[in-house]
């Protein structure tokens, strides 16, 4: 029997964190991302009081600037197609041992070289017996209260760029078998002009068993619906619901709406790490979150060139559990 993986609250032996390694991709957000990487790392480490960091970069210049910005880090050299980790590398189960789910670009959206066989290669990096699983399943689609529940979205999972042969119950069925989960909390969309089809992990976080946190929307707010919808599916469902604030209306400098979460925010052994993006609500946020987890210290760090990627300090990260 698969034990399902721990939740993200629980201890961890260490974490990989993504190190934006790619010019050509990163343009002219490269230096201002790496900075707001080791920033995250820095709090995730605590000075030590935290966990071991692992950044993985995808070749040696960006190793060397890993160095320079996070020397309390580990830094390993593995090619990658782009930093998002949560996405890409093995999920831990229960037992120690990871799974590696087949990828395929977010829907064949971003097909970079390397993502493909990230997670296997970081796993036999440290000796962790993988199970390769030959089915779409990103990390942020998904997110755990250690249970066996889990919650996601239709807008990802059953979206027929991941897995067409494969409906509803087929699905629940290899979260069961692969993972341990045999509970599904089925979520609607994710937020808006998400490349990602709507991963869980920027809409809903469980922040406790059967505790599940989703924002509160604000005047004038483009999810405000995807919010509500939520809201109501997880308490139908039996789950508890904490509203957090959201950020509201973020646009990029061409003035389109992007991305922005705060529920992106990275649950470490000494901290909490919530992304922010200069909104209002910021501060709001950070308090909210930190009061979900007393035992650790929730701090904020602007997130905006990662943003510019995609995603945000949990889409950059995989925690390995104690």
Not at 96 to 102: E, M, N, S
Not at 201 to 225: C, H, K, M, S, Y
Not at 262 to 271: E, K, L, S, T
Not at 278 to 285: P, S
Request: include cysteine; proline fraction near 7%.
């Amino acid at each position: 029997m698969t034990l399902p993986p721990p939740p993200e609250w629980a201890p961890h032996a260490a974490v990989w964190i993504g190190f934006p390694s790619h010019a050509e991709l990163w343009v002219d957000d490269l230096e201002p991302a790496r900075t707001e990487v080791a920033a995250f790392a820095a709090a995730v480490h605590a000075g030590g009081k935290g966990e071991r960091v692992v950044l993985v970069a995808a070749d040696a210049e960006a190793a060397a600037a890993a160095r320079t910005l996070a020397p309390f880090a580990e830094v390993t050299v593995q090619p990658f197609g782009d930093i998002w980790l949560r996405d890409t590398a093995a999920i831990l189960t229960g037992d120690g041992t990871a799974r590696d789910f087949a990828f395929n670009g977010w829907g064949g959206k971003y097909d970079l070289p390397g993502d493909e066989d990230i997670g296997a290669r970081l796993a036999e990096d440290r000796g962790i017996a993988t199970r390769v699983c030959p089915w779409v399943l990103e990390g942020g689609a998904i997110d755990g209260d250690g249970t066996g529940l889990v919650v996601t979205t239709e807008q990802c999972l059953l979206n027929r760029n991941r897995n067409p042969a494969l409906g509803q119950a087929q699905i629940e069925q290899l979260l069961h078998d692969d993972l341990g989960l045999d509970r599904v909390l089925w979520l609607g969309n994710g937020l808006l002009n998400d490349h990602t089809d709507g991963h869980v992990d920027n809409l809903a976080r469980f922040v406790g068993p059967n505790r599940l946190a989703i924002p509160q929307a604000t005047e004038n707010d483009p999810n405000w619906r995807v919010y509500q919808d939520a809201a109501m599916r997880a308490e139908a469902f039996g789950v508890e619901v904490v509203r957090i604030p959201s950020p509201g209306r973020v646009l990029n400098d061409e003035e389109e709406v992007i991305p922005a979460s705060y529920m992106n925010f990275y649950i470490g052994n000494a901290a909490v790490v919530i992304p922010l993006y200069g909104q209002e609500n910021d501060d709001a946020a950070v308090a909210a979150i930190g009061a979900l987890f007393p035992g650790r210290k929730a701090v904020g760090f602007r997130a905006d060139a990662i943003l510019t990627g995609g995603g945000s300090f949990h889409c950059i990260s995989q925690q390995i559990p104690a």
